[in-house]
């Protein structure tokens, strides 16, 4: 058949275009089992994993401490964070392993003379670290959910650590962008920036003293981090950057086992994270409040206005009431009790959008600097884990001899209640800093279920924003009925309440909706991109996972 240069090339167009839009939106699929999170040789670790016979929670562990070495911004064994477990029996768990103040931590370590905050205590150097959780929560879910050893899941982690890894453009940009801050101490100055030679994107990166700890860790467990070599390791580069944390406060850190938080959203059961994250209460609190309003079309002015509101009244409530739940009362049946909701919601139906408001009575920005990962098994075991350093890099201090970073988690406390935090969040008393005490955090790992099946697996880092970001991936795949790719693709915008700010994402809302939600008051600013979400979607009929990895980063769904 023949066809003029011109068709050839309008048809050549077609093809491509066509190309493009699938691969645009067609989220990964898997029959087996699927890995989504935001480092690619990390995820194709979990499905190896997968493959070999282990269960989700082994593939999370193996990704869990992959990340640390291939994606040190965020991924960690000197941080911690909440791993989501549901098995298919349907038993659900938190594990809780969230950093705590070092015992020698005190309500007003970060306050000057006056009174005042000192700049940075709270976000470089030693002193902002908390006791890390990492190590303790992995093996805690392997040795009680896992079915493999744990020295065979931390093995790809060793090999990636000895033999090195590839260095991404991501990586390598973003070990550039924390220069200042890793150069300021000799482990990571070494280690990360080569003594001021960056790292290339093609340059392979090795972490010999890294490989060493995981290595500790498998042969013991986590008592090869938490005494010994390595936890004297850590109290060396404490003393040496005059920080707090001691061989005590090692030995006595232990990981929680919590009851996941539930709620009810049409029909839906969303099981989220309890304190010491706000992330399950906010999102329960906020999808309450929507439950029986018509969202109209997903970014139109109606639809983000009630969303908007909803966001500002759970976010108020997040800043006055939460804070770790085992040192300070936490009204938490109250605030995702439904006549609340109902209460908040006549408010908001009644008042003019972004009207003053407080914390309600119950009584009566960013880059991805955490990281999230979901997992999803053959036999529909389900793991949504969230974990971080807190800023990118954490407090940019390497534990010497052991190479790895430190968290900065301590500014996650209110240094001083009724100030914000690195993420703009106000903090409130019930947040304020105690010995071994938990800082309040936004993590929201999170399952939605459907008449008793796996439907959802996600979350997302983001500080603040993580919340908001899992409440919209949700409402795009449940109400605006968008697959997976296309709920965690979609634009995205943020209000915490404090600042009075709408933020949205510069591309993708029409000038009508803008020009609308500013006639009505909102204050907006633009950002780049909102958070990093990590997800699964399962076809309870089929069984078949779909897998979406964020594409305002750089990571991979794989499935098999
Ligand atoms: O626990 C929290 O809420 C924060 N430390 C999370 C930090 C974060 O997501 C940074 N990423 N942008």
Redesign the pocket.
């Known amino acids: 058949m023949y066809f003029s240069l011109r068709t050839k090339l309008f048809l050549a167009l077609v093809v491509l275009a066509s190309a493009l839009t699938a691969l645009a939106f067609t989220p990964v699929a898997g029959r087996h089992g699927m890995v989504a999170s935001s480092e690619p040789l990390a995820s194709e670790v979990g499905v190896q994993i997968l493959r070999e016979g282990g269960n989700a929670v082994d593939a999370a562990v193996a990704v869990g401490f992959a990340l640390a070495v291939t994606h040190p911004l965020a991924g960690n064994i000197g941080g911690g964070g909440f791993m989501l477990i549901r098995l298919a029996s349907g038993e659900a768990v938190v594990v809780d392993y969230r950093e705590a103040a070092p015992a020698a931590a005190s309500r007003n370590m970060y306050l000057n003379s006056n009174g005042e905050i000192i700049p940075h205590a709270s976000t470089v150097g030693v002193l902002s670290a908390g006791v890390p959780g990492t190590v303790a929560g992995l093996a805690l879910a392997e040795e009680k959910y896992g079915k493999l050893e744990l020295a065979r899941v931390i093995a790809p982690a060793v090999h990636l650590a000895r033999g090195g890894f590839e260095v991404s453009y991501q990586f390598s940009e973003s070990l550039r962008q924390d220069g200042d801050r890793l150069s300021q101490f000799d482990a990571s100055r070494r280690i990360f920036l080569r003594d001021g030679r960056f790292y290339q994107p093609g340059e392979t990166f090795k972490q010999p003293d890294l490989a060493q700890t995981l290595e500790a860790i498998a042969h013991q467990g986590a008592k090869g981090f938490y005494s010994g070599a390595v936890a004297q390791a850590i109290a060396a580069t404490m003393q040496k950057y005059h920080g707090l944390i001691t061989e005590e406060d090692l030995a006595r850190y232990r990981p929680i086992l919590r009851q996941p938080l539930v709620g009810h959203f049409r029909g839906y059961e969303v099981v989220s994270v309890p304190p010491p994250s706000s992330g399950g209460v906010a999102l329960i609190e906020m999808l309450n409040i929507l439950d029986p309003l018509d969202l109209g079309p997903p970014e139109s002015f109606e639809s983000m206005h009630l969303m908007v509101e909803a966001m500002r009244h759970a976010y108020a409530d997040r800043a006055a009431y939460l804070g770790d739940a085992d040192f300070t009362p936490v009204p938490v049946a109250r605030l995702t009790s439904e006549a609340y909701a109902a209460k908040l919601r006549e408010e908001i139906l009644h008042s003019k959008p972004d009207a003053p408001i407080a914390a309600g009575n119950p009584q009566a920005f960013?880059?991805?600097?955490?990281t999230h990962y979901s997992v999803v098994d053959d036999n529909g075991n389900a793991v949504a884990n969230t974990y971080?350093l807190?800023n990118g890099y954490g407090s940019g201090v390497t534990v010497e001899g052991a190479g790895f970073l430190l968290n900065d988690?301590m500014d996650?406390f209110a240094a001083k209640p009724g100030t914000h935090n690195l993420y703009g969040l106000v903090q409130g008393e019930a947040n304020a800093i105690a010995p071994n005490k938990r800082p309040l955090?936004?993590?929201t790992p999170t399952l939605v279920l459907q008449d008793g099946k796996l439907r959802l697996v996600l979350g997302s880092?983001?500080?603040g924003t993580?919340i908001n970001t899992v409440l919209q991936v949700l409402l795009n795949n449940l109400v605006f009925k968008m697959d997976i790719l296309q709920a965690v693709s979609f634009p995205r915008f943020h209000h915490q309440w404090m600042p009075d700010r709408l933020i949205l994402e510069r591309v993708g809302f029409s000038a009508d909706t803008i020009q609308k939600l500013r006639e009505a008051g909102y204050q907006i600013d633009f950002y780049g991109g909102i958070g990093d979400c990590e997800a699964i979607a399962v076809d309870a009929l089929s069984g078949w996972k779909f897998g979406a990895s964020d594409p305002r980063a750089d990571g991979k769904a794989v499935g098999y």
């Open positions: 960013e880059s991805s600097q955490t971080t807190n988690e996650d955090s936004s993590m880092p983001g500080g993580i």
